[in-house]
C-alpha cells in the first residue's frame, strides 16, 4: 500500500497571502494525484487531477505541481472561503489512499 | 447535473446490522466505478474500497477487506455499504464518490452519511 505524507499538519495564512501544501508518496505514482478541498460539515470536493490539472469550477489561484514521489498545492493569494482541510490522493492503482490533512486556517 | 444522493443518518447498537446507500443520477451508472470513504470524527479520509456497477467488480482496501461489504443494484443505480455486526469503532461520517476508472480521481461525492454506534 502507498503511503502519502502531507505536510505541514496546520498551516497558519493571512487572507491574501500564498500557501504551500506538500504531499510525498512512499513510492512513485507518476502524475496520479489528486488534491481535495474540505471544509466542516461538507464533504471533500475535488480541486486538482492528475497533479496539476484543475477541475471544473476551481478558481486560477489553486495550482498543483509535482511528480513521482512529490507534490505541491499552491493557493496563490488565499480568500477566506479558502480556509479548509487539505487532503492528497493518489490513484496510481486501484487501491487509492489519502494523505492524513494539511488544515489551512487563519494567521 | 451529475448527482450521488445518500441515505439518511443511522442510530444503531453495537451487533445490528446495517445497509447505507449512494444513488446515482445525471451519468450512465454502469460506466463509472463508486468509491466509499470513511471519515472518522475529527479525523481524515480512509479509502475503503470500489466497485463496479457494471459487472459489480469489487475490491477492498486490505484495512476494511472482510469488515464491510459493497454491492450494487445496477437496474436502480445505487451503490450500498453495509455491516453484518456493527461496532462502536464503525462510529464514522461515509462518503460514496465517482470514478472514472478503478485507478482514478474522485470527481462528484455524495454529502456522506452519519454512523453513529451506541449502546
Known amino acids: 500500500e502507498i503511503v502519502m505524507t502531507q505536510s505541514p499538519a496546520t498551516l497558519s495564512v493571512s487572507p491574501g497571502e500564498r500557501a504551500t501544501l506538500s504531499c510525498r508518496a512512499s513510492?512513485?505514482?507518476?502524475?496520479?494525484l489528486a488534491w481535495y478541498q474540505q471544509k466542516p460539515g461538507q464533504a471533500p470536493r475535488l480541486l486538482i487531477y492528475?497533479?496539476?490539472t484543475r477541475a471544473t469550477g476551481i478558481p486560477a489561484r489553486f495550482s498543483g505541481s509535482g511528480s513521482g514521489t512529490e507534490f505541491t498545492l499552491t493557493i496563490s493569494s488565499l480568500q477566506s472561503e479558502d480556509f479548509a482541510v487539505y487532503y492528497c490522493?493518489?490513484?496510481?492503482?486501484?487501491?487509492?489512499?489519502f494523505g492524513q490533512g494539511t488544515k489551512v486556517e487563519i494567521k | 447535473e451529475v448527482q450521488l444522493v445518500q441515505s439518511g443518518a443511522e442510530v444503531k447498537k453495537p451487533g445490528e446490522s446495517l445497509k447505507i446507500s449512494c444513488k446515482g443520477s445525471?451519468?450512465?451508472?454502469?460506466?463509472?466505478?463508486i468509491g466509499w470513504v470513511r471519515q472518522m470524527p475529527g479525523k481524515g479520509l480512509e479509502w475503503m474500497g470500489i466497485?463496479?456497477?457494471?459487472?459489480?467488480?469489487?475490491r477492498y482496501s486490505p484495512s476494511f477487506q472482510g469488515q464491510v461489504t459493497i454491492s450494487a443494484d445496477k437496474s436502480i443505480s445505487t451503490a450500498y455499504l453495509q455491516w453484518s455486526s456493527l461496532k462502536a469503532s464503525d462510529t464514522a461520517m461515509y462518503y460514496c464518490?465517482?470514478?472514472?476508472?478503478?485507478?482514478?480521481?474522485?470527481?462528484?461525492w455524495g454529502k456522506g452519511t452519519t454512523v453513529t454506534v451506541s449502546s
Open positions: 464518490a465517482r470514478l472514472r476508472y478503478s485507478g482514478s480521481k474522485m470527481d462528484v
Open positions: 490522493q493518489q490513484y496510481n492503482n486501484w487501491l487509492g489512499t
Open positions: 492528475g497533479a496539476s
Open positions: 513510492q512513485s505514482v507518476s502524475s496520479n
Open positions: 466497485i463496479y456497477p457494471g459487472d459489480s467488480d469489487t
Open positions: 445525471g451519468y450512465s451508472f454502469t460506466s463509472y466505478w
